[in-house]
């Protein structure tokens, strides 16, 4: 049995420096943090064309030359003194690991002054032999670092291409010179600088001189503190126009440390899932201020990960934070330009929705396009104080939906300010024609209904200023003129963020998508796959919040019982059929988020669908009004906008 033996120093610091030093971005990470604690605000790197050759020189405080050289050894540190210490770190080195593991693995040679003195020294270290000697520099530290990996012949043989090597590099650099915009960084490969930021402690044009974001992106800033768990985030998130198929746009920080951080992966995943494609992430810089004792990054040789004493409080506050953020966007102007177009709220009373299944184009001409607002004011004064009934019936001509013909609305006894009262439905075999609510206006040539709730009708609204419709391609297309120059905005999607956004405001409760929603009299059977069943039975809590209601049979067949009052106009089977699909994909955090998706894209107009023209313009009032209206909840863009310097490019190519 071999005997247990002592490693020479030598041996046990190329062990530690295979955790510490994977690659020459390693090397890169540890002399610039080094650096950034020295207090440097000027910090140059070069990297020679193999990246084995590393120059990093600052302008830090510099140090003495019994510090120099101690600092070679294992384990010592200026920036701990117990370990109670290491709950109270505001460092980002700390171990003591870093130079002497670079030393064990490369010929390092350190340069340093004290800004008040009047030489500098020269430390000289290569296996596991240190020199000093005085000599003349500049004011700060340089550290150079030459033949990387010389005595380590594996780990040579695993570094990947010069390019490749680099590229690690640029990232590690990258993220630091974010999180410490006052500090001006560059980095030199083969004579060219590939990288320089100017330390001008502005972070939005810190992160585009840093390469994370390529400039053109629209920025919003995220601001967000919870008092009570003392944890505060700011940064900057993109529009979602723009995102990318990976995660390397976004960045966080953690107390001024770039970590990988999976709650902040989590938050934006949530708070952009209606804004973008899945599987697609956005562009943001997150950086989380959090009292050290609650972080510990004493997890990880390398200081790439930490853990929460707190997690669940951190992602609730960067959570909301972007989600603020990302509703937040000012619209002062647009605003105060539809403040007189508006419909007022005590008018939007109960959605009605109506899908049209005949041969004939059908013009639509509600506020909403497909939903028709309804009053009942007129009504309630009218019925004193008796409980008043309004029953819309007529002959179905080409509508069969099925299950419906008639609509009872109960109404409250009457008062003067009396609120609207709940809706309930009597249910037969199919849809009217032309439904009436209150009174109706009915143009049989042009097959067209025009709802009129009372007497006395809304004045035609009006876009803002600057913004004029100009034509109506293919029932699908708006194509509008604004004060920046062409605008071309798709209908269907349009309305469906318009609805999704609605949805989300008019919740009375977490996840409620509407207090009306519709019993259905003959419940509708559903022929669900094995695997759609089974995502309804796992579900169905969470639909039920949401206004649907299923019940099931012995020999395992559902059906719907009641619907949300948005999807009374559907065919129920393949509605739910559709849902059922979705959130068979999607995280069970967003299931809501999801279920709501889907009822506001199965409501909107689709394309094709003739709008008339007060439809349209009270469409593009309702959609430019609302949060987010840049994509629908699924991510594709609503509009594609021209300016006129961008047209007069493509007529005038350079």
């Known amino acids: 049995m071999p005997k247990v033996q002592v490693l020479p120093d030598y041996i046990a610091s190329q062990i530690a420096a295979g955790e510490v030093v994977e690659r020459p971005s390693s090397v890169v990470k540890e002399l610039v943090e080094n650096s950034i604690d020295a207090g440097a605000t000027d910090i140059s790197i070069s990297v020679s064309e193999g990246c084995r050759t590393i120059s990093i020189a600052d302008n830090g405080h510099g140090m003495l030359p019994e510090d120099a050289i101690l600092a070679f050894q294992r384990h010592a540190t200026s920036k701990l003194a117990s370990a109670d210490d290491l709950w109270r770190l505001t460092s980002l080195g700390f171990r003591g690991e870093a130079l002497p593991s670079i030393a064990s693995v490369a010929k390092v040679t350190c340069y340093t002054r004290l800004h008040d003195a009047p030489s500098g020294f020269r430390i000289d270290a290569q296996e596991g032999k240190i020199t000093s000697t005085e000599t003349g520099c500049a004011p700060g530290t340089t550290m150079e670092v030459v033949d990387l990996f010389y005595n380590v012949p594996a780990r040579l043989k695993f570094l990947k291409k010069a390019s490749t090597e680099f590229a690690h590099i640029q990232e590690i650099v990258q993220s630091l010179a974010i999180a410490y915009p006052h500090v001006a960084i560059s980095v030199e490969h083969e004579g060219t600088v590939h990288m320089r930021t100017s330390g001008s402690n502005d972070l939005k044009q810190v992160v585009k001189e840093a390469k994370l974001f390529t400039g053109n992106e629209a920025l919003i800033e995220v601001d967000n503190q919870d008092v009570t768990h003392g944890v505060k985030v700011r940064g900057l998130v993109a529009k979602p126009v723009h995102f990318r198929g990976d995660r390397k746009a976004i960045l966080t920080m953690v107390n001024n440390r770039p970590v990988r951080c999976p709650l ?46 707190q997690g669940n409080e951190v992602y609730l506050t960067v959570q909301r934070a972007i989600v603020t953020a990302m509703r937040s966007v000012p619209r002062q102007e ?112 042009e097959g067209s209904y025009i709802p009129v709730t009372q007497e006395k009708t809304q004045a035609r609204r009006q876009l803002p200023d600057g913004w004029r419709l100009l034509a109506y391609l293919k029932n699908t297309y708006f194509l509008v003129e604004s004060e920046q120059g062409l605008e071309i905005i798709e209908q269907h999607i349009a309305h469906e963020r318009t609805i999704y956004e609605r949805l989300l405001a008019a919740q009375s409760e977490p996840g409620r998508l509407t207090e009306l929603t519709q019993t259905l009299l003959i419940s509708a059977p559903l022929r669900l796959s094995a695997e759609q069943s089974a995502c309804l039975k796992e579900n169905q809590e969470t639909l039920s919040k949401l206004g649907f209601e299923f019940e099931h049979t012995a020999d395992g067949d559902s059906c719907c019982t009641q619907v949300p009052l948005e999807l009374a106009h559907k065919n129920y089977e393949a509605a739910i059929q559709e849902l059922l699909d979705q959130l068979i994909t999607c995280d069970h955090a967003n299931v809501i988020l999801e279920a709501t998706k889907s009822v506001a894209c199965q409501s909107a107009v689709k394309n094709g669908m003739t709008l008339s023209e007060d439809s349209i313009i009270s469409l593009l009032c309702d959609w430019i009004a609302t949060p987010r209206n840049d994509t629908c909840p699924h991510g594709r863009p609503v509009r594609m906008s021209f300016s006129m310097d961008k047209l007069f490019q493509m007529f005038h190519p350079a």
């Open 264 to 309: 902040t992966y989590k938050a934006l995943e949530y708070a952009y899932s209606d804004l973008i494609p899945r599987g697609r992430h956005p562009f943001a810089v997150i950086s989380i201020e959090i009292d050290p004792s609650h972080v510990d990054v004493n997890i990880h040789p390398t200081k790439k990960e930490i853990k929460y004493s």
């Open 334 to 445: 647009i605003d105060q330009a539809l403040a007189q177009s508006k419909p007022k709220p005590e008018l939007a009373a109960v959605s009605l929705i109506v899908e049209s299944r005949s041969a004939e184009p059908e013009v639509y001409t509600s506020p909403d396009a497909q939903i028709a607002y309804a009053r009942f004011e007129n009504a309630v004064e009218e019925s004193h104080h008796e409980p008043a009934s309004i029953v819309a019936e007529a002959p179905a001509r080409s509508r069969q939906l099925g299950f419906r013909d008639r609509l009872t609305f109960n109404l409250p006894t009457a008062q003067p300010d009396a609120e609207r009262g709940t809706m309930q439905f009597a249910a037969e075999t199919s849809l009217p024609e032309e439904t009436y609510l209150g009174r109706s206006v009915q143009d049989a040539e």
